[in-house]
């Protein structure tokens, strides 16, 4: 199970990035997907996450509104649309499984992931 996150960038407040998550190695159809963050200096945060199907999504408080995470299974590829970044947004973003976790459920932030993403870096400055 292998996963690559890209679409990264510099970006200034207010702006968009869409994140990717490629999957090879495993059909990503089988498997629910988190994005997680790490700001510089703090702890790892779960940001945003979807299941198999797609139909069921949750995010952290602070992305609601602002985040779109989809994904096309046909292209083995989850998304992250991030729109009116802010600066506090900066962080190194990864992608997250595991065959055995359930997301979004209660305290998904909180679960085991066994695979990650190597991660993307997201800045926001102007």
């Known amino acids: 199970v292998q996963l690559q996150a890209s679409g990264g960038g510099l970006v200034q407040p207010g702006g968009s990035l869409r994140l990717s998550c490629a999957a090879s190695?495993?059909?990503?159809?089988?498997?629910?997907i988190a994005w997680f963050r790490q700001a510089p200096g703090k702890e790892r945060e779960g940001v945003s996450c979807?299941?198999?199907?797609?139909?069921?999504?949750d995010y952290v408080d602070s992305a609601r509104g602002r985040f779109t995470i989809s994904r096309d299974n046909a292209k083995n590829t989850v998304f992250l649309q991030m729109n009116s970044l802010k600066p506090e947004d900066t962080a190194v973003y990864f992608c997250?499984?595991?065959?055995?976790?359930?997301?979004?459920?209660?305290?998904?932030?909180?679960?085991?992931?066994?695979?990650w993403g190597q991660g993307t870096l997201v800045t926001v400055s102007s």
């Open positions: 997250a499984t595991d065959r055995w976790t359930q997301c979004p459920s209660e305290n998904w932030q909180y679960r085991y992931f066994a695979s």
């Open positions: 190695g495993f059909t990503l159809d089988d498997y629910d």
């Open positions: 979807i299941n198999r199907s797609g139909g069921g999504t």
